[in-house]
């Protein structure tokens, strides 16, 4: 289990108590096994002696948090590939703006690899530009879409359609060609460019602001003058419409800076790169409306030695032109193949040293300045199908949610939201994927405030020259003060049960006789940790409508019950009425 803040606190005289007379009965009967190992029982044949699971003690210190986050602290992201395969047409979706609500308040991030080809065009439709479809019906489909930019035009707030099954039928044919030029794009490093038009941030903006997210517009670095310094023309155009409109977005330049040589031919140091974005705050301050964006960056990439060094040398030229310093993580390539690849304790603590080596960086010249993960995903490349798709990628997002927590990481940026690839949230068939449903079960129950949590366990001593990671991963937060079906000074803890085990846990000190609720999430159906529907405490989660989430049915467990956590899952707990002191204010 990943350490908490060196946060100490006492422990109450029931709790030693408690561990006391546990300790003497493991001696009396040996009836405790290895907290890394299944034990079988005596009639199995196996050595006799210990049972089957491990007797887990936890407490929470409930004086004072140890970390206070953003409210948006779980937040999202689309790729600019959206404009390309042509979903950007269909975020006005009922269901789909919906979804996102769920998820609100949050961040959504309009940026990815395709960030530095975009240009902005202020021409409020190109559609029809684009001549007629290959055949009949795809001409009609693109008149749809001109008709319906029309009478985005002649509305008012919030713009929401349902779409006819042939649109969309139509679109995800057009969509699975244009995700292999993608994918092909990706793997090779040569992009094409995109154009981003008046029309097109309309629609990004609509569906931001219909769904109660905050949009974060990533702007074109690549586009550069013949002395290297960076070309605003096109980014000065974007600011005087985005104005124009009053759309209240927040800024950023780039996207993995530290890769432009291998993309491009081209690189951009850290003092160029710096220059660039003090060039954008003061870009912004021209245009009245803007004049107090924030401002993100620089957005590197995975903290090995190119981007820890572009970043050292960004926050040493202008680490102040930023509101926060963005990075990105993932967790693995596209080439795993197997499920047992996600279940892995080494990679989920991968996360751990990156944010450390991040963090150093950022402390050096900027003590005290926001981190955010500005972009993270189970697998690069898209991901993989059947794989970051399932109920397994969510070990890795709700362990990272958890280790960013305990970290300090302000902002956790998830992509993707919606569209290509298998990392995303929800399907083409605008379905939510189990990702989905650990993120809004988190949203409902987990808030900004981050506890130290403390663990004890009755364990036999392991073998000899054998090594033993822990599997059994434990956070706790106040719970969200947007949950009015719980008052203030409620706690909730989420547990990964990584083993192959039962894992029985006992609350302690604080946290004895009080009621739980349980939100135990567990993959639905035959195909087990492949599955792409949850379960909620037995019940299959299914949207009742475009408009309408299922209840989230908690299970209450009555006061002074051990916690029995089945292998392979995740689980929220919600500590009723214990009147944290940390938690009320």
Request: charged share 20%; hydrophobic share 35%.
């Amino acid at each position: 289990m990943p350490k908490s803040s060196p946060c100490a606190f006492p422990w109450s005289s029931l709790w030693l108590a408690s561990v006391a007379t546990l300790v003497v009965q493991s001696v009396l009967s040996s009836s405790y096994s290895s907290s890394s190992t299944y034990q079988r029982s005596a009639a199995d044949g196996k050595r006799p002696g210990f049972m089957e699971r491990t007797l887990v003690l936890l407490d929470v210190n409930t004086r004072s948090p140890i970390r206070v986050l953003n409210d948006n602290f779980l937040s999202l992201q689309l790729d600019p590939s959206i404009i390309k395969d042509g979903w950007l047409d269909f975020l006005s979706s009922k269901r789909l703006v919906t979804l996102a609500r769920g998820l609100s308040p949050a961040f959504l991030r309009f940026g990815g690899k395709r960030t530095d080809f975009l240009q902005f065009n202020n021409q409020k439709n190109l559609a029809k530009f684009r001549g007629p479809g290959p055949d009949y019906y795809l001409k009609n489909y693109e008149d749809d879409i001109v008709r319906s930019d029309i009478a985005l035009d002649k509305q008012k707030g919030c713009k929401l359609a349902n779409h006819p099954d042939i649109m969309l039928e139509l679109q995800r044919e057009k969509a699975a060609t244009t995700q292999l030029v993608l994918l092909k794009e990706q793997l090779s490093n040569i992009y094409s460019n995109i154009t981003i038009t008046a029309r097109s941030l309309d629609k990004l903006y609509n569906f931001a602001d219909c769904a109660g997210l905050h949009l974060i517009l990533g702007l074109n670095a690549l586009h550069r003058n013949p002395d290297n310094s960076w070309n605003t023309s096109s980014t000065l155009s974007l600011l005087k419409y985005g104005a124009g409109k009053k759309y209240n977005i927040s800024w950023e330049l780039g996207n993995e800076p530290n890769a432009y040589r291998s993309m491009v031919g081209r690189a951009v140091n850290s003092t160029q790169l710096a220059q660039d974005y003090t060039k954008l705050r003061t870009l912004l301050q021209s245009v009245r409306y803007y004049h107090r964006a924030h401002l993100y960056g620089p957005n590197a990439g995975r903290p090995r030695k190119n981007a820890i060094l572009l970043l050292d040398g960004f926050m040493k030229n202008e680490g102040s032109a930023v509101d926060a310093v963005t990075w990105q993580h993932y967790y693995m390539d596209g080439r795993v193949n197997k499920v047992e690849d996600f279940l892995k304790t080494r990679l989920l603590d991968t996360l751990t040293e990156q944010i450390n080596k991040v963090t150093k960086v950022v402390n050096t010249h900027s003590p005290g300045k926001k981190v955010w993960l500005g972009g993270l995903g189970p697998a690069w490349a898209g991901g993989i199908n059947n794989l970051s798709d399932t109920y397994a990628a969510g070990f890795l997002w709700v362990n990272a949610l958890g280790m960013a927590a305990v970290k300090g990481i302000d902002v956790v940026l998830r992509h993707s939201f919606f569209d290509y690839g298998y990392t995303h949230l929800v399907d083409q068939n605008f379905n939510p994927l189990p990702d989905y449903w650990f993120s809004l079960v988190f949203k409902r129950l987990v808030g900004p405030r981050v506890l130290a949590v403390r663990v004890a366990g009755l364990q036999r001593k392991p073998q000899p020259g054998r090594v033993i990671r822990d599997k059994l991963r434990i956070y706790a937060h106040c719970t969200s003060y947007y949950n009015h079906n719980y008052v203030r000074g409620s706690i909730t803890i989420y547990i990964i049960n990584l083993h192959r085990s039962r894992k029985k846990i006992k609350l302690a000190g604080t946290l004895r006789n009080n009621t739980v609720h349980q939100y135990l999430l567990q993959p639905y159906g035959t195909d087990g940790l492949r599955a792409k529907y949850v379960q909620l405490n037995g019940e299959k989660l299914l949207m009742v409508d475009n408009e309408t989430f299922p209840e989230l049915k908690p299970k209450t467990l009555r006061a002074g019950r051990t916690i029995a956590m089945p292998p392979m899952t995740i689980g929220f707990y919600v500590i009723k009425n214990i009147n944290a002191y940390a938690c009320r204010r």
